[in-house]
């Protein structure tokens, strides 16, 4: 992200929190459930998906431009398997969004020209071939490694992604310094629950309450020690001090939220429907739909939500940036993407 790029949207938020007036700025926006991949811990290939005409999409990133979003991730399932990925990243150029995505990695070097367009590109990564390819599918390490081989050749600004399960606690150190050699930051995520978004047998991934906080206070050490790891410590702390891993996140029915997902920041389904983010899916909260209700509506709704706090780290940096914490809106200005931009 260009020093330009970090000022503007910077200067956004803040203009947004000043006034009162918030604004969708980073919009997660799931193309369709469908991928190429089967990882262990994910549910996505098993839910339907919901064909949507090209131009459907493009209006309703038309209504978040206009809504003042500053940011579109594409997810998935797969993203770049979506017949409508190229026009939809030209449309998110072209509106003066940055374009972002969530990649398996695997037609990432059959679609590098497309690939170039994009701003900010993930790749998920679960840490060395044996531990990757058990979570998520034989001979697929190499595939990832070959998409993250071409984008640091490309000189492209992307992040490396991993899921820590039972499976993959050893592999965080060889993850970091994976990170150190393209030059990148590392995300470490520990996996959720839903049994919507992850299948019914998600808990059997998660790592017992010991192993997840000995390994997220190693991710802590690790960051304070200077290592590319993406989010700050104070986030990954919220996650250690989590009291029961078997409760995604606590709910006041009735009370306004203090969290900013929803109001700054939410989840877009293939279906169309708009979550405030992406643990309230299959739950309680009553989502509109972009496609039908038009974005505006489904934003608006996807802000009142009673959720008060998780233990996702990601989330909880995102809830951090817009609530204006320092030590969050540091780190975002020093790391967010290259640490070398």
């Known amino acids: ?58 209006q309703v990133l038309r209504d978040f431009a206009r809504l003042g979003a500053a940011r579109i991730k594409f997810l998935g399932g797969e993203p770049l398997l979506s017949p409508h990925i190229d026009r939809l990243v030209d449309e998110v150029k072209r509106l003066g969004m940055r374009a972002a995505m969530v990649t398996n990695g695997f037609l990432v070097p059959q679609r590098i020209d497309l690939v170039r367009r994009i701003d900010e590109i993930v790749i998920s990564i679960d840490g060395r071939e044996a531990a990757h390819d058990a979570q998520r599918g034989r001979g697929t390490w190499a595939r990832v490694m070959e998409a993250i081989e071409v984008c640091a050749r490309e000189r492209l600004d992307f992040f490396l992604s991993a899921v820590v399960t039972r499976q993959s606690l050893g592999e965080i150190d060889w993850l970091i310094e994976a990170a150190r050699r393209f030059r990148v930051m590392v995300n470490f995520q520990i996996p959720q629950s839903n049994p919507e978004m992850y299948g019914p047998a998600a808990r059997t991934w998660l790592p017992d309450p010991d192993s997840v906080r000995a390994v997220v206070s190693r991710i802590i050490a690790a960051k304070e020690a200077g290592a590319p790891v993406l989010f700050t410590a104070r986030s990954y702390r919220r996650t250690l001090d989590w009291s029961d891993y078997s409760v995604e996140r606590i709910e006041r029915p009735g009370e306004r939220s203090p969290c900013t997902a929803g109001r700054y920041f939410l989840q877009v389904e293939p279906n169309g429907d708009v979550y405030p983010c992406v643990l309230h899916i299959g739950g309680s909260f009553t989502p509109k739909n972009a496609f039908t209700d038009g974005a505006e509506a489904a934003w608006r709704q996807a802000s009142t939500h009673s959720c008060f706090s998780c233990y996702n780290t990601w989330l909880n940096e995102n809830r951090g940036v817009f609530a204006l914490h320092p030590s969050i809106l540091q780190n975002f200005w020093d790391n967010y993407l290259r640490p070398s931009s």
């Open 1 to 58: 992200m260009t020093r330009g790029d970090k000022i503007r949207i910077g200067g956004g938020i803040l203009l947004a929190r000043l006034t009162a007036r918030p604004r969708p700025f980073f919009v997660q926006y799931s193309l369709l459930n469908a991928c190429n991949a089967a990882c262990a811990y994910c549910n996505c290939p098993q839910r339907p998906d919901r064909h949507v005409g090209v131009d459907t999409h493009l």
